[in-house]
């Protein structure tokens, strides 16, 4: 259905968690009961005022929350066109927006009487923030990461096991991120009475990625006020680095009914959306398939074996997208791009210079689309990037490919 056709964006999913052709729920009959209690229990969470009166305590004196909307002067002027504007989610506790939505999924945890939380992860950035929140509310925690990831990640590692988490190496496949999720289902399964699957992103069956979308639209929510506050007015065009997709999502889903604001999601482009499959960019070079149990835009090769994706960022190299996006692909509410490694260095290196804010290289992927945008629009015209994220973790990957030694 084209865009033009659809009455509110707002509404989806509908009763089976479908965007469209995307998302629902395919599990198993296991599962499947599972699923709905949480369902059941979030939609009553939803509607109840002591459920985000805890969440907005949380968010303001743990996370610290709200984030600062910033213009970028330098930058701006640099660029010589559009006047570009940061949403600082790199400055939450934690480092980056994951918390938002960790907090929601634990504190509706706490209310279903669930004492043990798990958790995938990949570069190991969901599974701080989980080991984070259940440190502070004493829960146990344990985090599956692929025995790959564990090899390339040990800082993450380190922090997890500090915050009490106990982090499980996973061997099956190819030992990355999309094998943690499958294990992380399987224990779910196995444990059903007292643990809760915390999920990263805007993925899984429903009602996850329709839940971690609610918990990140606070960066949307904020940015609309935030820029009315600044503006007078809500900004033209919105831009965030797509790995699942719960940033972008969190940023775009309180504008999607305004048609009047461009939504820019910007995928990892790796060394070139070619056939090698040498980047992460699922709707630019994907196709649609299941995984984890919702339909979505994969990448795959022509016998549906999902292929693991190549990136300079290990916080986008999910192979699937969240099926709310792939829905907004299809009716091109939204525009997807992809960013190669390069490009996403050469943003990298800039907001270093000339903002002093040492990005991750997730968002750097939007700051280098926002580099091709903006010199092209005029000097009123309103970008926000969503800065999701900070550098700290990023810097020995940059000086690899600077070839610095550390
Ligand atoms: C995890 C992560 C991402 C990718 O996840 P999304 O669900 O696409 O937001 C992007 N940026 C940062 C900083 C991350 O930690």
């Not at 005022?49 to 600062?68: I, K």
Request: aromatic letters at 8%.
């Amino acid at each position: 259905m084209p865009d033009d056709l659809i009455n509110s964006y707002l509404t989806g999913p509908d009763e089976q968690g479908r965007f469209g052709p995307f998302g629902g729920r395919f599990v198993s009959e296991t599962l499947m009961p599972l699923i709905l209690e949480l369902e059941a229990q979030y939609e009553r969470a939803k509607t109840d005022a002591s459920f985000w009166a805890e969440m907005d305590d949380l968010w303001t004196h743990y996370v610290g929350r709200p984030s600062p909307l910033y213009l970028a002067q330098r930058l701006t002027e640099h660029l010589g066109g559009a006047k570009v504007y940061m949403k600082r989610d790199e400055l939450n506790h934690t480092g980056a927006h994951k918390i938002n939505n960790v907090l929601g999924q634990i504190i509706l945890a706490r209310r279903m009487g669930k004492t043990r939380i798990i958790a995938e992860t990949g570069a190991g950035q969901h599974g701080v923030a989980t080991a984070t929140v259940c440190a502070k509310f004493g829960l146990q925690c344990v985090v599956y990461m692929g025995a790959h990831d564990v090899e390339r990640q040990q800082p993450n590692v380190f922090r997890m096991k500090l915050l009490g988490a106990e982090v499980v190496p996973v061997t099956s496949g190819r030992g990355t991120l999309k094998d943690a999720m499958n294990d992380a289902l399987r224990d779910w399964v196995t444990n059903v009475r007292d643990t809760f699957y915390c999920i990263g992103t805007v993925a899984g069956p429903h009602p996850y990625p329709a839940m971690v979308r609610d918990f990140q639209a606070i960066i949307g929510k904020e940015t609309r006020q935030q820029m009315m506050a600044a503006e007078g007015r809500l900004p033209d065009t919105l831009v965030a680095a797509i790995g699942g997709g719960s940033n972008a999502m969190g940023l775009f889903y309180p504008f999607l009914d305004d048609k009047e604001v461009a939504i820019v999601g910007v995928e990892a482009g790796g060394k070139g959306v070619n056939d090698k499959m040498e980047h992460c960019a699922s709707l630019t070079g994907g196709r649609p398939g299941v995984l984890h149990g919702n339909r979505t835009y994969l990448l795959q090769d022509d016998d549906g074996q999902i292929l693991e994706g190549f990136s300079i960022s290990a916080g986008l190299d999910y192979p699937g997208i969240g099926p709310e996006h792939a829905w907004l692909h299809e009716t091109r509410r939204a525009q997807y791009v992809a960013i190669t490694d390069a490009e996403a260095l050469e943003a990298f290196k800039l907001c270093c210079a000339l903002e002093g804010i040492i990005p991750a290289l997730e968002p750097s992927h939007a700051l280098a689309q926002v580099m091709k945008l903006a010199p092209t629009l005029p000097r009123d015209h309103l970008i926000v990037m969503n800065m999701c994220g900070r550098g700290d973790k990023d810097i020995f990957t940059v000086a690899r490919a600077l070839g610095v030694d550390l």
